[in-house]
């Protein structure tokens, strides 16, 4: 099946931060989508983008189908973004094993 | 997501009992999801439900089972449960028509003794 990875495994920020997540898969897939897994455990659909750019308030992703990768953006990051996020993608949703964030006050 | 409702959200059991974990949903969506997470790690698929006569297996359906009663409702089964069947379990829905996004129940979290 398909690979996920996701870049940094763990990121500290302070609050105001900017911050870059990625997701590189190991094959195109059409339906990649970003969650944010909550310190209680929800999770949040937070872009479906299977290719170019959409944006969200202070977060935004950007999805290059041709070399199979998505970034997300966060911009000043406030302490509720703290939590994982997961990016997942192909038929059998493959989820990487997701980023952990932790904004500091 | 509270359109999507996973009953029970907390089960402690033993090693070989059956266990069936709940998931319905008002959304109206077509495509029905089950997960397992375990600690650190993402999400991996067990099973998955394009409509009530559609049942898919997953990158890991090893050990379950599931039933898709009605559009609205998706069960989970643990046969003959095992220690390390111990996990947290999701469920997710779409939309019909292409790829749609996911919404997620709030979860299940199983221990197995």
């Known amino acids: 099946g398909i690979q996920v990875e996701q870049s940094p495994p763990d990121l500290i920020l302070q609050e105001g931060a900017n911050s870059t997540l990625r997701c590189n898969f190991s094959d195109s897939v059409n339906n990649l989508q970003w969650f944010h897994q909550n310190p209680w455990g929800q999770l949040i659909n937070l872009f479906y983008i299977p290719s170019g750019t959409k944006q969200n308030g202070r977060l935004s992703a950007t999805t290059v189908a041709t070399e199979r990768y998505s970034l997300l953006y966060i911009s000043s990051s406030q302490t509720t973004d703290s939590g994982v996020y997961f990016c997942a993608g192909a038929n059998d949703m493959r989820f990487g094993a997701g980023t952990r964030l932790t904004v500091k006050p | 997501d509270a359109d999507v409702t996973q009953t029970p959200r907390n089960r402690i059991t033993k090693t070989g009992k059956r266990i069936m974990l709940e998931c319905s949903q008002t959304k109206g969506h077509d495509r029905m999801y089950w997960y397992r997470q375990d600690p650190g790690l993402g999400l991996r698929l067990i099973y998955y439900?394009?409509?009530?006569?559609?049942?898919n297996k997953g990158e890991i359906s090893d050990g379950y089972s599931v039933s898709r009663q009605a559009q609205a409702k998706f069960s989970l089964s643990l046969e003959s449960a095992i220690p390390n069947q111990t996990a947290l379990y999701f469920c997710?829905?779409?939309?019909?028509?292409?790829?749609?996004?996911?919404?997620f129940g709030d979860g299940t979290r199983l221990s197995i003794l």
């Open positions: 997710a829905t779409s939309d019909l028509g292409g790829n749609q996004p996911q919404h």
């Open positions: 439900s394009f409509d009530v006569k559609d049942i």
